[in-house]
């Protein structure tokens, strides 16, 4: 007899995902990507960038990028140092540049 397989879940820092929107995310919506920074790219696109703490965490957050209804264009996982642009937010406009807090 065989034992079902249980996926267990090691308990690490989160992981740090960026998640790319097109469009500019209204800064209304902020308190619902609580701990992620969003930055607002030159190109039209919004890149919200932060820890994640599992797999159930990111869900929850990609329902709250449906609710906004912007069309999502990427969900990374990134190294810390990669979250805010592939070379320290070359692609972005800094003075448009937000982060959120709880």
């Given at each position: 007899?065989?034992?079902?397989?249980?996926?267990?879940?090691?308990?690490?820092?989160?992981?740090?995902?960026?998640?790319?929107?097109?469009?500019?995310?209204?800064?209304?919506?902020?308190?619902?990507?609580?701990?992620?920074?969003?930055?607002?790219?030159?190109?039209?696109?919004?890149?919200?960038?932060?820890p994640?703490?599992?797999?159930?965490?990111?869900?929850?957050?990609?329902?709250?990028v449906?609710?906004?209804?912007l069309?999502?264009?990427?969900?990374?996982?990134?190294?810390?140092?990669?979250?805010?642009?592939?070379?320290?937010?070359?692609?972005?406009?800094?003075?448009?540049?937000?982060?959120?807090?709880?």
């Amino acid at each position: 007899m065989s034992t079902p397989h249980i996926a267990t879940e090691e308990h690490h820092e989160p992981r740090r995902y960026e998640i790319r929107l097109q469009g500019y995310l209204d800064p209304r919506w902020a308190d619902r990507f609580a701990n992620m920074s969003f930055t607002y790219a030159s190109d039209g696109v919004t890149i919200l960038a932060g820890p994640v703490l599992d797999q159930a965490a990111l869900h929850g957050l990609l329902r709250n990028v449906r609710d906004v209804a912007l069309p999502l264009l990427s969900v990374m996982q990134v190294e810390p140092k990669q979250a805010d642009g592939p070379d320290g937010n070359a692609d972005t406009d800094d003075h448009l540049k937000g982060e959120t807090s709880t």
